[in-house]
T-cell receptor, first 110, second 113 residues
Framework: GQNIDQPTEMTATEGAIVQINCTYQTSGFNGLFWYQQHAGEAPTFLSYNVLDGLEEKGRFSSFLSRSKGYSYLLLKELQMKDSASYLCAPTPDSNYQLIWGAGTKLIIKP | DGGITQSPKYLFRKEGQNVTLSCEQNLNHDAMYWYRQDPGQGLRLIYYSQIVNDFQKGDIAEGYSVSREKKESFPLTVTSAQKNPTAFYLC????????????FGPGTRLTVT
């Protein structure tokens, strides 16, 4: 079966760093997406990891370990606008489907 | 500007009525998807289409129907057979063969009373 596990909610302070973890079990694996979703809005693309390691993009970085079925999203220098849900979505096979986690709601406090 | 449009943003219907949600894209993407999102939950796939005139059921297709007569359009009908239709509905598209990335429309919030 397919399973994705993310924390339901996290709280962090403006200006700090937060790491959002995602573990997954899928039948086959091609890569893993992270999307950001503000309340009432559509998800927007943040990152896509195919190979093991860390990919950095400005204040956001994403890490993947294929052997461990594990990824994390690292957000630095947190801003109030980073308050959103963060969705982990592995791509399990070749038909281009994404399997969506329930998301982690990140609350930023001043 | 290329993108995906969904209309309307908010939709209200009485129980027992069918309702059709529109989704149009001008990204020239072959694949299109419909998701349902309930509060505090992830996206659940209703239907997807990888080519015109062809579509497949997702995980929660019961009570829904779709058509794909044009590449740009993928309307979703929520029928009266859907037991809990109130939800946030998201349409997405992608370009298989080039990228797995899915691009989303702004969503339609359907309320059935």
């Amino acid at each position: 079966g397919q399973n994705i596990d993310q924390p339901t909610e996290m709280t962090a302070t403006e200006g700090a760093i937060v790491q959002i973890n995602c573990t997954y079990q899928t039948s086959g694996f091609n890569g893993l997406f992270w999307y950001q979703q503000h309340a009432g809005e559509a998800p927007t693309f943040l990152s896509y990891n195919v190979l093991d390691g860390l990919e950095e993009k400005g204040r956001f970085s994403s890490f993947l370990s294929r052997s461990k079925g594990y990824s994390y999203l690292l957000l630095k220098e947190l801003q109030m606008k980073d308050s959103a849900s963060y969705l982990c979505a592995p791509t399990p096979d070749s038909n281009y489907q994404l399997i969506w986690g329930a998301g982690t709601k990140l609350i930023i406090k001043p | 500007d290329g993108g995906i449009t969904q209309s309307p943003k908010y939709l209200f219907r009485k129980e027992g009525q069918n309702v059709t949600l529109s989704c149009e894209q001008n990204l020239n993407h072959d694949a299109m998807y419909w998701y349902r999102q309930d509060p505090g939950q992830g996206l659940r796939l209703i239907y997807y289409s990888q080519i015109v005139n062809d579509f497949q059921k997702g995980d929660i297709a019961e009570g829904y129907s779709v058509s794909r007569e044009k590449k740009e359009s993928f309307p979703l009908t929520v029928t009266s057979a859907q037991k809990n239709p109130t939800a946030f509905y998201l349409c997405a598209s992608s370009n298989p063969g080039i990228s797995y990335e899915q691009y989303f429309g702004p969503g339609t919030r359907l309320t059935v009373t």
